[in-house]
């Protein structure tokens, strides 16, 4: 079973497995945690991290994945935090960065920043893939 918490993708990834016929068989929830206190509400996130290192970093999306395995009854979660744009960038972290975390049940996240180039679509397109192929070469 698939657990997936995403913030600046807003829950494509879940429509993307959702749309798949017979993804009741494999995906339990979705999380979009949007804000800081829903990423702590709902997922555990640390307020310590996320103030130390901000929502789009791996620590957040290692605790975002864990916290989505600790309240699911998946086997496999991931997550996605970013900043797509149009604004919002940052000298360190400039629209584009996108952060994303794999986990599976007894183990620890892997963690992944990637920068894409784009509008805003296009970022958070470039997101629900390759978080749905860090899933796949994870399994």
């Not at 993307?16 to 999380?31: K, L, N, P, Y």
């Not at 310590?48 to 600790?70: C, F, K, W």
């Not at 599976?104 to 629900?128: F, H, I, N, W």
């Amino acid at each position: 079973m698939l657990a997936c918490a995403e913030s600046c993708t807003g829950g494509w990834v879940s429509e993307v497995v959702t749309a798949t016929a017979g993804s009741s068989q494999w995906f339990d929830r979705g999380f979009v945690t949007y804000s800081n206190a829903a990423k702590q509400e709902l997922l555990g996130v640390g307020a310590d991290t996320l103030r130390q290192e901000g929502a789009v970093s791996e620590a957040v999306v290692g605790e975002m994945a864990a916290g989505a395995l600790r309240r699911s009854h998946a086997q496999a979660a991931l997550a996605i935090s970013g900043v797509a744009g149009p604004s919002g960038g940052s000298p360190g972290k400039p629209v584009g960065t996108v952060c994303f975390a794999w986990v599976l049940r007894g183990g620890e996240p892997k963690t992944e920043t990637r920068l894409y180039a784009g509008d805003r679509e296009t970022v958070r397109r470039q997101s629900v893939i390759h978080a749905l192929q860090g899933l796949l070469g994870m399994l």
